[in-house]
């Protein structure tokens, strides 16, 4: 972006296209949260109206038929024989609209309080209206035209709970009693109204709903009452005049309203197009969830509208940054040339030409004087540039020369601090290895001596004593090693190096079988994880040295029992690859107060078994080979022992890289 002219143009502009949109989304996002709100208010008042009219219809029913329970009609045709009740419920039952009227007496009332809920409260005095499920057996008792009535055929609904029938026979029936209380009779006056396929109930409902009454004609609106998961009675076309009879509700929707018993208030796909839904669960007289009551009308013209509100708002938007645009540059126009002017000054300046200025650009105002103060200021800084590159260029040959020296200096430095340390720690072992050398093998040399003697003085003589003369031989054969271990600690040099290139783990495998002897007589269980990783160079006698003597001396501090972990794996130190070789076990660990004092001559934690070299042996023949070896406690159990070998390959490289 190197246009001045675009830049102004952007600041000018980037509150009304940035600012403007950011809080035309936030206020339509709220405006489309607000209107779902409305609909979702919607429906939720249209399932209202729903509930109540099904409510209405079970009061009704009840009021109507305890009216009729109580009525002097009813206790004249009581007295008139069974005959004649029996007319008189039928030609009641027409004209209350209902599909089934009979009277419970005696043992059938008994028997019929035992199973409806109803019936039992009616038979206690309390007229009752519920909704009630009738099993196919049980529409066929009362009426083989309503057992044909309530039977639908399923239909597969996509997104439906997988079912196993393809017919459901079952009724919903608004189930009513009332208890008789004319004078001289004892019974219970039960009705019923059959909904499956009642078009005229679900069509008074959606004329409630959705034609009476409403402000907004647009809405579109059904109802339907659920059996369960299936339509039973519906205005819920599958095509022109085809009903969706049959069809179900999905999964989604069955699991909130049957399974939890949740009021569902949203959008759902019904049958073959989207509506904002509302269902709400049905129970029966046992209090059991058996159905659901819905109403929604179609979200396609709300969408609609939306969509239309959206364009409006952005039509207009682009329409006022059309009108905007022009007239800023209009407006601006007068002050581009100058500040493209100093934009090119300031341009050949970056690219080095320090004698670039802005020079007359015939204005006296605040551009004029910046452009004058501009070139003032690289006035200065031409001058100063000039003055600072004669300073750094004398600068720059006295740190040159100055760092010479100290890389002199601090060579030799490095080199006198090393021969300092490796003196110091090695100069009374030196000088106790010439004494132990020259002073303890001449008379060992001569206690060996004299045994051979005295053994070839007594011959069979000398066999009560044999026991004295073997531990003497021990005694000096010890001797001997703790002579020549104390001399290879002090003048490793002497004894020489044959390094070659190792595989670590292959010669941790070689020290495992020649340890088996000790570990095997033990409880000591031995895990291995050996990654691939480059090899070493170094005396693979002297890193079997190395391995062996920490394992042996890991397998003592167990104590006969725990576990030994090695591994092998490929790790960087200071930027350099290398291997890293780790043993750990499980016993007591090493003491705080001694770890530090572990790679020292002479120290050792088994008093009387040990000369204390070993470890110090073997630092000096791990760091001869360019590693190092570590010890730390475990913060479980046990101690671990880390020896890293680099890779030589990797030092190689080091070494030749330009410096």
């Not at 009704?60 to 008189?88: E, I, M, P, Y």
């Not at 691939?532 to 040295?545: N, S």
């Amino acid at each position: 972006m190197k246009s001045v002219r675009l830049r102004l143009l952007i600041l000018a502009l980037l509150p009304l296209s940035v600012l403007m949109p950011l809080l035309m989304v936030v206020a339509m996002a709220r405006w489309n949260a607000d209107y779902d709100k409305v609909l979702i208010a919607n429906v939720e008042s249209d399932l209202r109206i729903a509930e109540q009219y099904l409510g209405q219809l079970q009061g009704n029913s009840a009021r109507t038929l305890q009216g009729l329970a109580d009525s002097a009609r009813l206790a004249t045709v009581l007295s008139s024989g069974a005959l004649q009740v029996d007319r008189f419920l039928t030609t009641q039952k027409s004209a209350l609209q209902l599909d089934f009227l009979y009277l419970l007496q005696g043992d059938a009332l008994t028997a019929a309080k035992a199973k409806w809920p109803v019936i039992h409260e009616a038979a206690a005095g309390r007229m009752a209206s519920e909704i009630d499920i009738f099993s196919a057996a049980e529409l066929m008792d009362v009426s083989h035209a309503l057992a044909a009535q309530a039977s639908i055929d399923l239909i597969e609904t996509e997104a439906a709970a997988p079912t196993d029938h393809d017919v459901e026979d079952r009724g919903m029936v608004v189930h009513t009693a009332a208890p008789v209380r004319v004078s001289g009779a004892d019974g219970v006056l039960v009705g019923g109204l059959l909904l499956n396929r009642n078009l005229d109930f679900i069509d008074t409902i959606n004329a409630l709903v959705y034609l009476h009454g409403q402000s907004d004609v647009s809405r579109q609106g059904t109802a339907t009452l659920f059996l369960d998961d299936t339509r039973i009675s519906t205005n819920v076309r599958l095509f022109e005049d085809v009903r969706a009879l049959g069809t179900r509700v999905s999964a989604a929707v069955r699991g909130a309203v049957l399974g939890d018993g949740e009021t569902w208030l949203d959008r759902a796909f019904v049958v073959n197009d989207w509506y904002i839904s509302g269902y709400m669960p049905l129970t029966d007289s046992f209090g059991k969830r058996v159905g659901m009551l819905y109403v929604g009308f179609l979200e396609a013209p709300y969408q609609t509208a939306k969509r239309a509100a959206y364009w409006t708002v952005a039509g207009a938007f682009v329409l006022v940054i059309a009108l905007t645009a022009p007239l800023f540059l209009w407006l601006a126009k007068g002050i581009f040339a100058p500040l493209e002017r100093m934009t090119r000054t300031m341009a050949r300046v970056k690219r080095g030409d320090l004698t670039a200025r802005n020079g007359t650009i015939g204005r006296s105002d605040e551009i004029g004087q910046v452009a004058s103060h501009l070139d003032t200021l690289l006035d200065q800084v031409q001058e100063r540039d000039k003055r600072l590159r004669n300073w750094a260029d004398e600068l720059n040959a006295r740190v040159e020369e100055r760092t010479r020296e100290l890389k002199v200096a601090n060579t030799k430095l490095e080199e006198t601090f090393r021969q300092l340390v490796m003196s110091e720690k090695l100069a009374s072992i030196g000088e106790i290895t010439a004494g132990v050398a020259h002073e303890i093998n001449n008379p060992v040399a001569v206690i060996q001596g004299n045994v051979d003697v005295m053994r070839m003085t007594l011959g069979e003589a000398a066999d009560p004593v044999q026991t004295e003369l073997d531990l003497i031989d021990n005694q000096v054969m010890r001797i001997g090693a703790i002579v020549g271990k104390l001399l290879q600690f002090a003048r490793p040099s002497d004894f020489g190096t044959f390094a070659e290139h190792v595989d670590v783990a292959a010669v941790v495998r070689d020290c495992l079988v020649l340890v088996d002897h000790v570990i095997s007589k033990q409880e000591i269980r031995v895990l291995t994880q050996f990654d691939d990783t480059p090899c070493v160079r170094i005396d693979p006698g002297e890193l079997q040295q190395v391995v062996i003597n920490i394992i042996i001396n890991a397998t003592q501090a167990m104590d006969g029992r725990g576990t030994l972990a090695i591994s092998v794996g490929a790790t960087s130190r200071e930027g350099q690859n290398g291997t890293a070789l780790r043993i750990a076990d499980t016993g007591p660990g090493i003491p705080s107060e001694r770890i530090d004092h572990i790679f020292d001559p002479f120290f050792t934690t088994k008093q009387g078994e040990g000369t204390g070299l070993g470890l110090s042996i073997s630092q000096t023949l791990i760091q001869r080979a360019g590693g190092r070896i570590t010890v730390h406690n475990r913060e479980a159990r046990g101690a671990e022992f880390l020896i890293w070998l680099p890779d030589p390959s990797s030092s190689a490289a080091d070494l030749n890289a330009p410096h």
